[in-house]
Structure formats: C-alpha cells, structure tokens
C-alpha cells in the first residue's frame, strides 16, 4: 500500500485575479512561495520519503520547496499537469461571459466549456495512469504529489467521489488517498472530514 499525499501548488497571480490557467506556466507570487513554505513546514514530519510534481513551474517551484526542508530531490511528470483550458487559458469568468456565454454554459453544469482542449475524462485518465506508475514505484512510502486543482479533483471522482459533494480546493491544501493493487481509496482532506471512497 502506498499513500499518497496530494497537495494543490501555491497561488499565482492568475490565482489571485481568478483567472483559468490550464498549461499556462505561471509561476507562484510572493503569497505563493509563503504558502510552499507553510506546506514544507507542516510536512517535516509526515514521514515523506518521495515527492513528485507537475512539470508546470507552479507545482513544481511548491514541490522544491518542501524537498529543500525535508532533503530529497522533486521527480517531475507531465501527467500531473492541470487539465488544457485551450482558449479559456489567462481569462476570467467575465471575460469567458463576453466571450463563450455557451461554453461557460456547459461548464456550469458540469460539462468542457473549451473547445480546444482537453476533457476532464483525458485529464483524469492521465492522473489515475500517472499515481498507479508512482505508486508502484514506491511500495509502502508516504509520497508527495504536488499538482493542481483539477487533478485532485479527478481523483476524488475516481475514488467514487460524487461532484455535488465536492469542495474546491485551496492553494497548498492537502488530501489523502491510499493505492493498493491498483485501488484508490480516498482518506481525508486538509478541508476536514473523513471520507472513505473506494475505487471500482
């Protein structure tokens, strides 16, 4: 059994302006890097003994500053990145009203407001692959994943998770999932409750 943490990157400026980021590489502002170093601090006991990242540099300037604390090296995958928001990319939801009022519709209600992007479905599919291939390579440890807002969402979905219970993310927050031969098991959340939700 490995258990995993998954921590949200710290804030951007796009964070803080609301506005979609997708592939963006938008680095972490000041209240960004203080959060990645609240996260290194709150986890120097956790037992870590990997840490693995998205590419994009906000995850990954986070995951370096908690392996700067606990002394291990940031191992960087692609398949952790932030769902492609296309042409939603560096917009707020005023300007996406302007904009796509249609797409913005869809995404309202659950569905891809983006044409050009990628869906949820691909982006979830990337993620489970991505934590099965970390977690067999790390057997009974504790490991880090830092990533984004929709990654951990999809995770609570492939955990048997339902959406309408689902509460949004904040920078650096951190959940818990366990993997056992293959199974995804939903533990708990910085945002509180218990949560035991077992992957089919």
């Known amino acids: 059994m490995t258990t995993i943490l998954l921590a949200r990157h710290g804030q951007t400026r796009w964070n803080a302006e609301r506005r979609w980021q997708g592939h963006a590489d938008v680095p972490l502002d000041d209240t960004g890097r203080s959060q990645a170093s609240a996260l290194a601090e709150s986890l120097?006991?956790?037992?870590?003994?990997?840490?693995?990242?998205?590419?994009?540099?906000?995850?990954?300037?986070?995951?370096?500053?908690?392996?700067?604390?606990?002394?291990?090296?940031?191992q960087v995958d692609a398949r952790l990145r932030e769902v492609d928001v296309?042409?939603?990319s560096g917009l707020t939801a005023?300007?996406?009203?302007?904009?796509?009022?249609?797409?913005?519709?869809?995404?309202?209600?659950?569905g891809t407001g983006w044409e050009s992007g990628e869906d949820y479905e691909a982006m979830g599919s990337r993620v489970v692959e991505a934590l099965n291939a970390i977690a067999a390579a790390h057997p009974a440890e504790i490991v880090l994943v830092v990533t984004h807002g929709g990654p951990i969402t999809s995770m609570w979905l492939a955990c048997g998770g339902e959406l309408a219970q689902w509460q949004h993310r904040g920078n650096c927050d951190v959940d818990q999932i366990v993997?056992?031969?293959?199974?995804?098991?939903?533990?708990?959340?910085?945002?509180?409750?218990?949560h035991q939700q077992v992957q089919g």
Request: without cysteine; proline residues 1%.
């Open 94 to 110: 005023a300007e996406l009203e302007q904009r796509y009022p249609e797409g913005l519709a869809r995404r309202r209600v659950g």
């Open 44 to 74: 120097a006991s956790a037992g870590i003994g990997a840490i693995w990242s998205s590419d994009l540099v906000r995850a990954r300037a986070t995951a370096e500053a908690v392996g700067a604390r606990l002394g291990l090296d940031v």
């Open 179 to 194: 993997i056992r031969d293959g199974r995804m098991q939903w533990i708990h959340s910085t945002r509180g409750g218990l």
């Open 86 to 88: 296309g042409e939603w």
